[in-house]
């Protein structure tokens, strides 16, 4: 047999353990001879040849394995690692057949991480941390990582989709459970509240479009597997999966979960697989309460069909009506609406707040059902969804609303929690967007922000305020907004600050980074005026140390409001820093500058120049130039209009060339815009068929999202330039529509509830 040789001045690292010896026809040359792997699937076989160092346990079956003058900052990875392999072990009832684990961190790595099985590959910023550098954002991201890739060994590896249509069985699973690990090792972190904003809510913004597929997915020809690796195949499949878990309960999901990789282990398998193991354990504990559905039907509606539901609230007397549709953020009229799904529903009201313990009162499998629920009543509002457990969206009536409102605004925001609180901010603004509510209705909901100082309803919110100012930006109305958001911010944003306290949670810290990124992008003065002090100080001093929670916050800030020499120092800092995440961090804000020559010499460096900036960060860094504003876009446009050949020859595919334009145009919010790229397009319509087919494509978008703007701009104008908020006018309901005079005026910091009598429902 042919071993692959080697210099002894580096070692080789595979997916078992191995034994060296001496390679008797060369000197300095040795054998490396590996142990027979389990029966395992092809792709999951790696191996690792470098000059690597590495840590250990004491029994030296866990390593952790980086360039030899970053391995100290893998201490943290050792330790989670150890920890989430062990949890992973007890939740799923099987021991991890491998008799070694090793985390390499590799310097350029084109995917985010790989479940090698016995040897998992990272980014250095999967793996690597230091207390003085790194964010409470980017060490979220390694635990969540490290757990993902480790559950992974169980759901992917010990257990193999049958084919890629159903990767979601191995992603879905690894981004659900990875909350459990880290939950377990950190409880502090309330990982399970940063799910709902991370994954559940991220994934309904992306799978409310119509053309999102299935998690269940036909692939017509082995090449097109690459685009199963979505936000289907993650976000959506775990919110799938904890909608599951929320509602079969902890003993028949974990049950069914080792029964399903008992049964299928060392093998693949297929959704319905997982549905006969969960049946069992449900007919063994005497069926699901509320339906003799069987957990196939219930879930194939989930994983066969694409999007998801808006569930509609109507509540008479003590009879709840709930119609439920397909959700589409582009209009609620863009379907026949053919999908059904089965819908968990969970509730809980003012009289009786069931938040903490919620059962399913119904699964609602029909177009529309009406549910006796004695304890409900008009007087009082009531929330579905509770915990927000299920994978859908709410709508209420009117005078439901109204309610939820008023209670928002009370002490304790009425005992509404935190998760269903991000739950309405996240509901309502999508359903604003997608004409199921007016954005009256919206702009009025958003008005409790005053208070609030918890991290996931500000989360929602931004989440959704990013497309309007997306939409809005350089426009007058933009201007308005960001006058809003200043009035919204002035309490939380004197709170938190720009310095951590040692009591500061995972959550108030990682609101402090999205609170000030957005206040300070927005142009809030004090918020200019204290990052360009901190960015003084460093410049001055670079051993004075700047929170890792604000420091590309401070250097984005610094340097759209400076000069090129601002720039050309932070470059330099970024070329002599050894930390993969504070690399990062400092390309994200390298875009932030206003400096033309500034921003010519960073496009350069990352389209044309090579060995500037690994290729797996070209993302990050072009992100941050056509993401930070007007000025950006403008440039970002321009560089590829003019170099858009030569960077065809960089990357040999007119495809990436097509990629990079879109996404600078779906910042786009101005007609010049749009007749600019219309210009390039008709130029270049015979450089490339797929590139002009692409554009074509592109600028329909953007004259989509200019449709937005043209449509609502003039509405949510006139909502914010009136001095006085008063009760929204018009009938509410699934069809009901209205138009309104009352407005909203940003600067009253009196909001008048009380007053409320209708919420208009739709405003065209």
Known sequence: MDYERYRVSVMSISVMFHNTKQYSGKVNHTWDIYMESEHMSSYLVAFIVSDFAYLSNENGNFKVWSRPNAIESAKSALDIGQKALSFLEKYTGINYPISKMDLAAIPDFAAGAMENWGLVTFREYGLLTSENITSAVYMRYMATTIAHELVHMWFGDLVTCDWWEYVWLNEGFAEYLEYLVIDSIYPEWNMQQHFISYELQTALLKDSFPHMRAMNNKMKNPYDEGKDFSSIAYAKSASVIHMMHRAFGEKIFTWGLNSYLSKNKYKTSKPEYLWSALQYHVNQNGGLNTTNVSVATLMDSWASQPGYPVVHANLSQTLLTLTQKRFLITGKNDTNNTQLYWIPITIASKSNPNFNNPSIIQWLGKRKQIVYQEYLNRDEWFILNVQQWGYYRVNYENDNWNKLIKALNEDNFGGIPEINRAQIIDDILNLAR?????????????????????????????????????????????????????????????????????????????????????????????????????????????????????????????LKHGDYDDWNFVWNQYRKSNFESDKIGILNALGCSENATAISEYLNAIFLKDNLIREQNFGNAFGSIYSAGKFGVNASIEFLISNYKKIYARYGEWNSVANFFSNVAMKFSTKNEIDQLQHFANKTSEDSKELSESLRTILTDARNNMEFFNKHGAVIKNLLMLPTTSSPNGSGGESGTGNSSNKINPTVPVLIFSIFTAIVFALH
């Open 434 to 558: 997608g004409e199921y509510v007016s954005y009256e209705l919206a702009i009025i909901a958003t008005q409790y922000l005053m208070k609030e100082f918890h991290h996931l309803p500000w989360k929602a919110f931004f989440t959704s305020y990013s497309y309007l100012y997306e939409r809005f930006d350089g426009h007058e109305v933009g201007t308005m907004l960001h006058e809003y958001i200043f009035k919204l911010t002035e309490n939380v944003y004197k709170k938190l600050g720009f310095e951590d306290s040692v009591n500061d949670t995972q959550l108030t810290k990682t609101n402090r980074q999205l609170i000030l990124s957005w206040v300070c992008k927005l142009d809030h003065n004090n918020c200019v005026e204290t990052s360009k002090k901190l960015f003084t100080l460093w410049r001055n001093d670079t051993n004075v140390l700047i929170s890792p929670n604000v420091k590309a916050t401070v250097i984005c800030t610094a």
